[in-house]
């Protein structure tokens, strides 16, 4: 999984999204976007979070590093400013243990009270969530950032056990509810997932959520244009092409053909997908990489049960 903080540390190839980032938080405070598996929202969440945490050397020579300090000048405030960040993330829980997402979120609601303090009045897990956002405001003087990564999975990994998914539903309804009654001490609230469950149900109290999921200004802001590709891995590319002996017009033909034609608005542009670019310039093998980690188990179950054939993932 990429980290935004690490591949810049790292001396990394990084492709650069920070205008996405600009036009994100210039032009509202609660988002939501979908996209599959291994297309980079993680990467885009720990972006986010790195600005929101004031992170300037990491932005070094990136889009945002100029806008940031014009914005600031427009604003009349500070560049950089240091946020305090919720980062919630529901990725890696075995959601089919019934207790599995209330021990998750009760882990990271700890983690955060340690940091910002909590009350005793304060019992059930909506409760506690409100009051770490008031407290996080209250002692830093800033509007809290929170972030969500993979909102939808417990929901997901529990779609063929009824009882299960809908009481999991219901919980997470109980802590998204408490974004809306916190919104005067919320600065700038992303959530992304796989799905577009945020227009049913669990968010229905969110009358502000702006979903990003297909709009042609957004189509590519995970995953890589072919600009971007030209752009950033001419050297991979040319590897590539020297490994499998065939032309560079050849690799990226065969490039093109396997990975590209992602398309997300149909105003938009195509995307590649990163994980299996990033895989085949590692190994120089052409294989189905986003296919063999990127899809859904419970997509994965329901093409067996009705009788398809799927190898083991």
Known sequence: EQNFENLRNDN??????????????????????????RFGKSLLLSTLEAYFLGKKELFKGLYIEQAELELAAEEGREAWIEYPVLHLDLSN?????????????????????????????????????????????????????????????????????PELHNDIKNKL??????????????????LTGVTRFAKVGIFSGLN??????????????????????????QPE???FASQ????????????????????????????????SLLNVFSENYVNDYWFTTGTPTFLVEEFRRTHFYIPDL
């Open 237 to 239: 590319i040319e590897s």
């Open 12 to 37: 990394a190839i990084y492709v650069d999204k920070t205008e996405y980032i600009y036009r994100i938080i210039t032009s509202g405070r609660v988002f939501f976007l979908s996209r599959p598996r």
């Open 208 to 233: 502000n959520l702006k979903d990003l999921s297909i709009l042609p200004n957004y189509s590519a802001i995970c995953g890589i244009t072919e600009e971007e590709l030209l752009t950033n891995f």
């Open 244 to 275: 499998k002996k065939i032309s560079r017009a050849e690799a990226l033909a065969l490039l093109k053909k396997r990975y590209d034609g992602y398309l997300f608005s149909e105003e938009g542009v195509n995307v590649y997908n990163p994980f």
């Open 173 to 190: 309804y109980g802590f998204y509810s408490v974004i809306k009654g916190s919104s005067q001490y919320l600065r700038f609230v992303f």
């Open 93 to 161: 829980n075995n959601n089919r243990i019934p207790e599995a997402l209330e021990i998750n979120l009760n882990d990271q609601l700890a983690g955060w009270e340690k940091i910002y303090g909590t009350e005793p009045s304060e019992k059930d897990l909506p409760t506690r969530f409100r009051g770490i956002i008031r407290r996080a405001y209250q002692k830093t003087g800033h509007q809290v950032v929170f972030l969500v990564d993979e909102y939808d999975k417990p929901l997901l990994d529990t779609l063929t056990t």
